[in-house]
């Protein structure tokens, strides 16, 4: 007999399921070795079904948990269910197996009641480094996955409660900081257990039956809320094509394409025929990750109030063709595929904003400026937790701005779409690497101007201190054809750069990906993030906001 679900009780447990991923996100940062974890964010913690379903996920980044279903659902194919046992954690990283580059690394542990599963806790969190050709392993160059560190299949990395001390050994002798990867997979089985608790404790309190019957509702509610939301829309039929820089392989721009349309039952068919084929370069895009973005950019446009789950995706029909490079044929290269989600965010949510614009805003930054270095720091008195030399990997992401929307200007300094990673403190920076941190500011000018203008992009600089460091980076969005895009008239935001300022020397500007540029100590790199579009004509914009804009320095022309 199936319990009967009220919407009050169904929607206090969604929200009870909800903190059980908070409390499993707390207690991974909180447990975690690295900054990029602790101090940036780079991670995801959720709670799916046995099915495989997402039943809540806690407020961190939409390009990890949008993979956790697609990447589960694989994993069964490889260790069945009913293999699974009680005190077991899955492990798996390979973007060929529904994970996203190889330095995301998932997590996944079930949860028993008298011998069945009912939920299963899941975590990806960023590591620093996971091997291959350079320092924190994102190479834009790199032509296939074999160069980009180690890739992890299914595997129980924790058996019915013991750790296989064999893996971690494998893992940590092929990576660049083992005892941080290790201390940081450790994080995760914790907060894996402390969804475990959490879990049986509502079990314990609802009774598997009705828990069971909970969280069924919860995903029929999220079906049925974005089927009416579907149902609103202002058309149903839209298409949209945006320029992604290559650098690499290539001067020439890559096209993404997509096609949205609702369909008569209140479903939407997004349809990416059209988009590039993939290219022998780290900036193709896994499956899984184009899968996630797009759910994302739907919630955005159509169900923005509700707590996502897997049935808010359901009336989902997603097209991508194989062979693109958004769903590269395997040995292709990935590691540098998170400009490229943001990318397709940014594309499926330009198509979506003409369905229902007053959920929607301006082009924003997908500029994501990524600094990544390492080395052996040969300061005097350098720090090091063994006898070999004090050797760092060290990353940073800085931000850009939101596109205006209807009704208000977009934020400034943030990380939009797939990330909502927090910039790396220049105190942390300083103490984990012979870095310096020189300047961080807001781009004056750099928002797309508009009834409501687009928010302001981040620059900094950053001093080397030592003398045999290497830095791997990328931006996007910096041309003027692949910038923020403007709605309404309003204007396209002002593109990012990258410039590497020798010691003595004269500025260089680089190109949008850069691979191992050796740094000298006293040289400097300075990168700058793009700004957001513009909403409405920019004639359409209150004398007293132009005022504000100026007497605050956000805008100095015109």
Known sequence: MTAQIDSISRDVFQYEVVSVAEEMSMALKGAAFSSIIWDMLDYACGVLDPEGNTIAQAETIPAQLGIMPTAVKRIFEVIPLEQWEEGDVIICNDPFFGCTHTPDILLFSPVFHEGEIFAIAATVAHHIDVGGKVPGTEAADSVEVFEE????????????????????AIIKKNVRDPEACAGDLRAQIAACRTGERRMRDLCQRYGLQTLRALMTASLDYGETYVRAALSKAKIRESSATILVEDDVTSDEPMTMKVAVRIEDDDSLTVDFTGTSAQRAYGMNCPVASTIGMTHYAVKVIFSPDVTQNEGCNRPLNIIVPEGTFLNPFEPAATSVRHITQLAVADLVLKALTPMMPENAAAGCQTS??????????????????????????????ISGGMGGYRGGDGLSGIDTHGGHCAILSAEVTETMSPVRVLKTELVPDSGGAGKWRGGLAIRRSYEALSESMVLSGYIQQSRPDTAAWGYEGG????????????????????????????????????????????????????????????????????
Not at 513 to 528: E, F, S
Request: aromatic share 8%.
């Open 149 to 168: 560190g180690i890739r992890i299949p299914p595997l129980k990395l924790v058996e019915r409660g013991q750790s296989n001390n064999a893996i971690f």
């Open 368 to 397: 994501f400026p990524t600094f990544t270095a390492g080395g052996v720091d040969d300061r005097p008195g350098a720090r090091t937790y063994s006898n070999q030399q004090p050797y760092f990997v060290i990353a940073d992401i």
């Open 491 to 558: 204007e396209n935001g002002k593109p990012s750069s990258a410039w590497h300022i020798p010691k003595g020397g004269e500025a260089r500007k680089l190109k949008s990906k850069w691979v191992a540029l050796k740094l000298n100590r006293g040289d400097v790199v300075t990168m700058t993030g793009s700004g957001g579009g513009g909403w409405g004509r920019p004639e359409e914009r209150e004398p007293a906001l132009i005022a504000r804009d100026k007497e605050l320095g956000y805008v100095t022309e015109g």
